[in-house]
């Protein structure tokens, strides 16, 4: 479904018109829920898992017409009752295998919303393995239909059909695995602790040559892929690849055009560390991507930080797109380090050594769904700063702009 990907939460909010990828429910507390209702909503979660993924948004109600149009939004306590730990609980109590969303909260028009992100299923159809009285049943696959109803699949062709996306998303999964035996990329544990290994060494040598009495914050951005990349270009090529990939705007947080171009071949890597600022990225023939520069003073505005997450992101999507990757997953890392004095827009520091935020998700996902990764990394880290989610709604509005204008 083109719309998992990069999705648009006021688009979703005011589409109006509920299908098989979209569901209104009006405003919510799952903390006073009954059961039956609590099972309603898993039941339309799991067909949304068994069809084509979808979007299940609380705090929009019907007009006497019966349209979903009355956009009251839901209550700061409302949404917080959607804790992912409880309501995961009670789903995962009555489903197998376990769904696959998110829940977001986002603010549109000045209103909260709570909105579930549903995935579709990625090897087994799900079925319903605890009944609800009068919402689940045990044993049925739910799907979501055209009319937007979510009910059992009962019909020969609608069985069939979860029968051939089980089929061929098992075809695609064993070709993963034998790819990955035939070439011995699938990253094991080990491996794992080597890549960690290979940005902590990079660390410590940028330190030991730029860090000398600086009271900055050190900014650390990777990019972790899970599979050890094959056939790495030559350093030619490569320098070309990392210079593409630098996201196109004025005054960049990240990296210049000129300082992606200008890596020299160090020891099973390309690395370039700045002559005359505290800045340096290094990336390994097996995939790796490692950045750092120390600002200029502990202090952090929320946009530079905002700008900083919205051209790493943009990076590593446009990165993986260079490297034709797909379905590989990837993991981008985000920390701030040297905080102990760090202040964040000038009135909030964190309790946490070194707040980050970090995220693995597809190439593909990386490539298509940029706005909504920045913000994600964005926000997790602001939660850290205990910035006030009134700010970080804006600032996460600001990171969308700026990157779907260029």
């Given at each position: ?104 909260r986002p603010v549109v028009d000045g209103k909260r919303y709570v909105i579930f992100v549903v995935k579709p299923f ?192 943009a990076f590593a999507g446009n990165l993986a797109e260079q490297f034709n990757l797909s379905e590989e997953l990837l ?76």
């Amino acid at each position: 479904m083109s719309a998992m990907r990069s999705y648009d939460f006021a688009e979703l909010v005011k589409r109006k018109v509920e299908s098989d990828e979209l569901d209104y429910k009006s405003a919510m507390s799952w903390r006073t829920m009954t059961r039956q209702e609590k099972g309603k909503i898993v039941r339309h979660l799991t067909a949304f898992a068994n069809t084509r993924g979808g979007f299940l948004v609380i705090g929009v109600s019907e007009n006497a017409s019966g349209v979903p149009s009355q956009y009251t939004g839901v209550t700061e306590e409302q949404a917080g009752s959607f804790d992912p730990t409880p309501v995961g609980d009670f789903i995962n109590a009555h489903i197998e295998p376990p769904l696959d969303y998110i829940i977001e909260r986002p603010v549109v028009d000045g209103k909260r919303y709570v909105i579930f992100v549903v995935k579709p299923f990625k090897n087994l159809p799900h079925v319903c393995s605890k009944g609800v009285e009068g919402e689940l049943q045990e044993g049925m696959f739910y799907i979501r239909t055209a009319e937007a109803s979510s009910r059992p699949a009962r019909r020969a062709h609608e069985l069939q059909e979860l029968l051939r996306r089980c089929m061929r998303n098992e075809r695609e999964q064993l070709g993963r695995i034998l790819r990955g035996i035939l070439y011995e990329t699938r990253q094991n544990g080990e491996e794992n602790d080597r890549f960690r290994d290979q940005i902590s060494d990079a660390e410590n040598y940028f330190r030991r040559r730029k860090g000398s009495g600086k009271k900055g914050i050190l900014l650390k951005f990777a990019v972790i892929p899970d599979i050890r990349l094959r056939n790495f270009p030559d350093t030619k090529e490569v320098l070309k690849i990392v210079e593409s990939s630098v996201f196109p705007c004025s005054e960049p947080r990240f990296l210049k055009h000129s300082e992606a171009a200008a890596g020299q071949p160090a020891s099973g890597s390309l690395r370039f560390l700045a002559q005359d600022q505290p800045l340096m990225w290094q990336f390994f023939d097996n995939g790796v991507f490692s950045y750092f520069r120390f600002t200029d003073s502990p202090m952090l505005t929320l946009e530079d930080l905002a700008r900083f997450c919205a051209e790493t992101a943009a990076f590593a999507g446009n990165l993986a797109e260079q490297f034709n990757l797909s379905e590989e997953l990837l993991t981008l890392r985000i920390a701030l380090s040297s905080t102990a004095d760090a202040v964040l827009d000038g009135e909030y520091r964190s309790p946490e050594k070194e707040p980050s935020a970090e995220i693995s998700r597809s190439a593909a996902d990386l490539i298509s769904g940029r706005e909504n990764h920045a913000g994600r990394l964005f926000r997790r880290i602001g939660e850290q700063f205990q910035v006030p989610d009134c700010k970080l709604d804006r600032i996460e509005s600001e990171i969308r702009a700026f990157l779907e204008s260029r």
